[in-house]
């Protein structure tokens, strides 16, 4: 976990940022062969040459650009803890999701990652969203950062050895940078990274990027020496966050920022036993047990999904992937409305469809009939729904009133949103109620039981 980075260097090194690095070419190393590395499979597979390098700001000139930036990210990540925990008290939120690598079997590894290309960018209210940062098992020296920060996107180099603790090399991801350096994966701009250890003398590391126009990798970055973080195990934080609530909407300020957008990491692999291979549970370890709900990083709308465990990886603010567990539409036929609740359409929920009007009274609810449980039991129902603003609903399971469930705004009547409560079913059929006495509740898609 890192430090909150300084506006005003990264607003210099943007425009520093333009000259080319000289390429550093170390030892050969896992998975390099006669100067050439596996070509992402995005690019048609097999194995690429080593090219040119990425353009960026390095060395000095980033250290002496970044100023007090350099210093503050230098501390170690434990220190950044307890940075973290003064930052709690001010209310900012400091979380991430993703794969550890354990530093004794993982020693590199190769990703494709998503970038936003349209739409907003940049971030508000002082977040910043880390989507992804990436620190290989095996005593890495290098963290390579793909920053959404309140002056643009970037991608940063830090270095994690010899006591330098710091900024390595900046580049804005700009028009240039998604030209050269991206191709359309699944939908989304991406871009390819390779890190690996490239002399296990002096511990020296190099990321690369792929080079989508001359089908070659450019070298990003080089540093060799101690390793500073031994006592941790790093590896890919697919989705970090620091994050304050909007008090106007009730979610982080990147929630409506970002609403609908996804962030997207496929093909992950790590380097393990002299190969390279898909990251799975038996080589990483995922940072949750289960995909966590949105609702724990301030964003309702967020959904998180294992697409492939533990290689394949998707946040998505508003528009989700399905949960796993039985779902059940607002909007189906068998459902009971009652008082003014109604059927709307929606471009953003699951079925097309949403029920509103639910709550300020007793007599507007939506119940779900014949929601089936083999078995009694506590079961986890997460209701799914849009709102402009905070409000809450109330779950009434079998006739029985159960909890009451803060639901922040998801930034929109058409962005869905989730959080999640416990309930108790019997074997068999079931009802849930939703209703609110006191207010208006939410917007309701779907809820899923599970």
């Known amino acids: 976990m890192r430090q909150r980075p300084c506006l005003a260097a990264l607003a210099v090194a943007t425009t520093l940022a333009t000259a080319l690095i000289p390429a550093a070419r170390a030892s050969a190393s896992p998975g390099e062969s006669s ?4 070509r992402p499979a995005a690019d048609g ?3 690429a040459p ?6 960026g700001l390095t060395g000095a000139a980033a250290r002496a650009a970044a100023g007090p930036v350099a210093e503050r990210h230098g501390r170690s990540k434990l220190q950044a803890a307890q940075a973290q925990a003064a930052q709690a008290q001010a209310a900012q939120l400091h979380t991430d999701w993703g794969v550890n690598m354990p530093s004794a079997t993982t020693q590199g590894l190769h990703a494709t990652q998503s970038v936003l290309d349209t739409g907003p960018t940049t971030t508000t209210g002082g977040d910043y969203v880390y989507a992804p940062t990436a620190l290989p098992g095996g005593g890495a020296c290098i963290e390579l950062t793909t920053a959404y920060t309140p002056t643009g996107p970037y991608l940063w180099a830090w270095d994690w050895c010899g006591g330098r603790d710091g900024v390595g090399k900046l580049t804005p991801m700009d028009a240039t940078f998604l030209s050269t350096y991206t191709t359309v994966v699944n939908g989304r701009r991406a871009y390819s990274v390779d890190e690996h250890r490239t002399s296990s003398t002096a511990n020296t590391w190099t990321a690369y990027l792929y080079n989508y ?7 990003y970055f080089t540093s060799s020496g101690t390793y500073d973080l031994p006592q941790f195990n790093f590896g890919w934080n697919m989705f970090e966050i620091y994050t304050s609530v909007d008090p106007a909407t009730g979610a982080g300020y ?15 692999q790590v380097y393990t036993g002299g190969a390279w291979v898909a990251a799975t549970a038996a080589n990483t370890t995922t940072t949750h047990r ?3 709900p949105g609702s724990a990083y301030d964003c309702p709308a967020l959904t998180f999904t294992m697409v492939t465990a533990n290689d394949h990886w998707l946040a998505q603010i508003g528009g989700g992937q399905p949960t796993t567990g039985t779902s059940y539409e607002a909007e189906a036929s068998g459902n009971t409305l009652g008082g003014q609740a109604a059927i709307r359409s929606s471009s953003g929920a699951s079925g097309g469809a949403l029920v509103g009007y639910v709550g300020n009274g007793t007599a507007n609810f939506l119940r779900f009939n014949n929601v089936t ?3 009694a039991g ?7 729904y849009a709102s402009g603003a905070a409000r809450s609903v109330t779950l009434t399971v079998n006739g029985a009133a159960g909890a009451t469930v803060s639901t922040p705004s998801t930034g929109g009547w058409d962005t869905v949103g989730s959080v999640t409560a416990t309930v108790t079913l019997q074997a068999g059929n079931n009802t849930i109620q939703l209703g609110n006495a006191t207010g208006w509740a939410p917007d309701i898609d779907r809820i899923v039981v599970s």
Do not use: N
């Not at 080593?50 to 353009?55: L, S």
């Not at 126009?213 to 070298?219: N, P, S, Y």
């Open 35 to 38: 100067a050439r590395l596996a």
């Open 45 to 47: 597979g097999g194995t």
């Open 50 to 55: 080593i090219g040119g390098a990425v353009p």
């Open 213 to 219: 126009v001359t089908h070659a990798w450019d070298t």
């Open 254 to 268: 990147y929630c409506q920022t970002f609403a609908g957008r996804g962030f997207e990491s496929s093909g992950l």
């Open 290 to 292: 289960t995909p966590p």
């Open 373 to 375: 449980a083999a078995a």
């Open 378 to 384: 506590s079961k986890t129902v997460r209701i799914y």
